[in-house]
């Protein structure tokens, strides 16, 4: 079993294109092989800002589990679902809204500036707002140890770990929890009760980190602890109470370079993108209709690749050889620019092939899909009704 669960989420709002691609999805393809991996379709997290497109969120959800197949997201390795069949995101959303201050959300950065970006769409929402809230809900309600974000987002996953702190601390105190902790502390065995005890004392005493990460490897060999008891020795190596709601780690992935057709950023909002399964005659005809050095106008007239979108595309598609050909080529007025583009376009339909072809196949029989994503959204329920459970007893929710 893997030691570290991943959760990773993505707003269903258009169809995907080769900057998601090279920035999120290669890195989910392999983490897959590495980790414990739970990927979801955002649908709640799109009303957040498309409240009044909702049919654009609708065509979107299939298409974009379609494109996370085709590019090499595998069911067998990772558990695909969609947010909103997952019911507990919105309960768990809702009972840590009671806790949340207010101020937390609204100092978010994204608050601000997405408002600000967004000016066509009244963001003034009570949904907006809380939008980093059910992001936390997301990731708390699988107990993910690491969710993969860019920089941008890094805000969201602190707020996250401050909201699980602030409910453990709230919530985990059950009455009489050193005496079951203390009891716990006995069923390790003598020995190793000793060595917890020291450990525990060292970081509460000095702070020392390194007692607390030998003291949580020392828990996480043991095989024969209950769970309570497990959850009880965590919390108790840090203080009071136990641990409900664990904190995740931010894992920081690099920000896509990936360029566009006009050298900026690949991004809908710049139109300058090439979808993810776009077909080939239309591929072709955008990168030959490229922009390039716009000091180049005859074909004679060297060029600057450094001024020249095409070259970035050659950043990401080209070998070194083919490179420095082409710098060399262009510089001196060796090559034409078509002939320049040509092993961009070779390069992008070769990355593409094997993702149409992967993505006939669901095409062609869309309850392979759906069955993908009904497995999904039964093993992710499973998991947040487990920590539902534990969420409803620690807030008092467990009568009958
Ligand atoms: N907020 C992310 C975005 O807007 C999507 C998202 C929602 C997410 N919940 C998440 C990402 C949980 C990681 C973990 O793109
Ligand atoms: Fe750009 Fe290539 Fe033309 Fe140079 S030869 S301007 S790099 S497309």
Same mark, same amino acid.
């Given at each position: 079993m893997f030691a570290d669960r991943i959760l990773s989420g993505m707003r269903p709002t258009g169809s995907l294109h080769l900057g998601h691609y090279h920035g999120v999805l290669k890195n989910w393809i392999r983490m897959q092989h590495e980790y414990e991996c739970l990927f979801f379709v955002a649908d709640w997290h799109a009303l957040t800002t498309h409240y009044d497109a909702p049919?654009?969120?609708e065509q979107s959800v299939w298409d974009m589990v379609i494109d996370w197949l085709a590019s090499g997201v595998d069911p067998a390795r990772a558990t695909l679902f969609i947010q909103s069949k997952v019911p507990e995101h919105a309960e768990l959303h809702l009972l840590l809204s009671m806790i949340t201050p207010l101020g937390w959300l609204e100092r978010m950065p994204t608050y601000k500036d997405q408002q600000e970006r967004l000016?066509? %769409?009244?963001?003034s929402?009570?949904?907006f707002l809380g939008y980093p809230l059910l992001q936390s809900a997301d990731i708390l309600i699988y107990r993910a140890t690491q969710v993969p974000v860019g920089e941008d987002q890094i805000p969201h996953i602190e707020f996250t770990r401050e909201i699980a702190r602030r409910f453990n601390h709230l919530y985990g105190r059950d009455p009489g929890f050193a005496e079951k902790a203390e009891l716990a502390v006995k069923k390790l065995g003598s020995k190793k009760a000793r060595l917890y005890k020291e450990l525990r004392n060292r970081f509460q005493e000095q702070g020392d980190d390194e007692a607390l990460e030998a003291a949580k490897?020392?828990?996480?060999?043991?095989?024969?602890l209950s769970l309570g008891d497990r959850e009880r020795l965590f919390g108790y190596l840090e203080g009071g109470g136990k641990v409900i709601l664990?904190?995740?780690?931010a894992m920081l992935t690099a920000a896509s370079k990936m360029p566009g057709l006009d050298g900026q950023k690949m991004s809908k909002s710049y139109q300058n993108t090439i979808s993810l399964r776009e077909d080939e005659m239309s591929?072709?005809?955008?990168i030959r209709t490229m922009p390039t050095d716009p000091a180049r106008i005859r074909r004679t007239d060297p060029g600057d690749p450094e001024r020249c979108p095409v070259w970035a595309l050659h950043q990401v598609y080209s070998d070194e050889n083919t490179r420095q050909s082409v710098a060399q080529g262009c510089t001196t007025a060796g090559i034409g620019c078509i002939e320049c583009k040509q092993p961009v376009i070779d390069a992008v339909l070769s990355e593409q092939r094997p993702m149409r072809e992967r993505a006939q196949l669901y095409l062609d029989d869309p309850a392979l899909v759906?069955?993908?994503?009904?497995?999904?959204?039964?093993?992710?329920? %499973?998991?947040a009704g487990e920590t539902m459970r534990d969420v409803r007893e620690a807030m008092g929710l467990n009568y009958a």
């Open positions: 049919e654009i969120i000016t066509s %769409k009244d963001l929402t009570y949904g490897a020392l828990l996480d060999e043991q095989q024969s664990s904190e995740p780690q591929v072709t005809k955008k759906r069955n993908i994503i009904a497995d999904g959204n039964e093993k992710a329920r %499973k998991l």
